[in-house]
């Protein structure tokens, strides 16, 4: 089983600054990654896929990169709605494996 | 509208068991595969099981292997998860989830089930 590692556990940014989020995965995923965010109380929704590629609707603040077994994602100025919990996923392997979420908070 | 809706979860003594349903609507359900992903209370998420599109195929996490069983209806576009032998550890949120092949685009608002005596 593929281990993903998320960090940091929690990030602390101020709105309008940049968030960078670190995914590691135990073995290489080529680039078969993806990233999530989570609301409480919602279903997580796809933010990320191919490492580098938004999802539809996603805002082009949102970027992602890496390849192998170390990703990235990157919010070049965070706004309000973006502080929720933030999931990778890598789908090169079974099982589909999640890292354990890195929650991004207002500082 | 494109949407995945769970039912059945609730409260439930350890040893029994819940069968969940996620009924698909605005899309071929046919087409897709699908999964369960669980997220315990406070906790992240973690896949359970998948299903290819035809039913032909099946996985299960290492944790309710031999337990759960998935299944689907393409004719009545929905997708179940039995569960049996339920433990306090099976306590979660359970969402389905279509598979796009590039990640999981398709999530419903999830269900509730709670394995206490």
């Known amino acids: 089983e593929v281990l993903m590692t998320q960090s940091p556990a929690t990030l602390s940014v101020s709105p309008g600054e940049r968030a960078t989020l670190s995914c590691r995965a135990s073995?290489?995923?080529?680039?078969?990654l993806v990233w999530y965010q989570q609301k409480p109380g919602q279903a997580p929704r796809l933010l990320m896929y191919?490492?580098?590629t938004r999802a539809t609707g996603i805002a082009a603040r949102f970027s992602g990169s890496g390849s192998g077994t170390e990703f990235t994602l990157t919010i070049s100025s965070l706004q309000s709605e973006d502080f929720a919990v933030y999931y990778c996923?890598?789908?090169?392997?079974?099982?589909?494996?999640f890292g354990q979420g890195t929650k991004l908070e207002v500082k | 509208e494109v949407q995945l809706v769970e039912s059945g979860g609730g409260l439930v003594q350890p040893g029994g068991s819940l069968r969940l349903s996620c009924a698909a609507s605005?899309?071929?359900?046919?087409?897709?595969?699908m999964h369960w992903v669980r997220q315990a209370p406070g906790k992240g998420l973690v896949w359970v099981s998948h299903?290819?599109?035809?039913?032909?195929?099946?996985s299960y996490a290492d944790s309710v292997k031999g337990r759960f069983t998935i299944s689907r209806d393409n004719a009545k576009n929905t997708l179940y998860l039995q569960m049996n032998s339920l433990r306090a550890e099976d306590t979660a949120v359970y969402y389905c989830?279509?598979?796009?092949?590039?990640?999981?685009?398709?999530w419903g608002r999830g269900t509730l089930v709670t394995v206490s005596s």
């Open positions: 989830a279509r598979d796009s092949l590039v990640g999981f685009d398709l």
């Open positions: 605005g899309f071929t359900f046919s087409r897709y595969w």
């Open positions: 299903i290819n599109s035809d039913g032909s195929s099946t």
């Open positions: 073995q290489s995923v080529s680039s078969n």
């Open positions: 191919g490492a580098s």
């Open positions: 996923q890598q789908y090169n392997n079974w099982p589909y494996t």
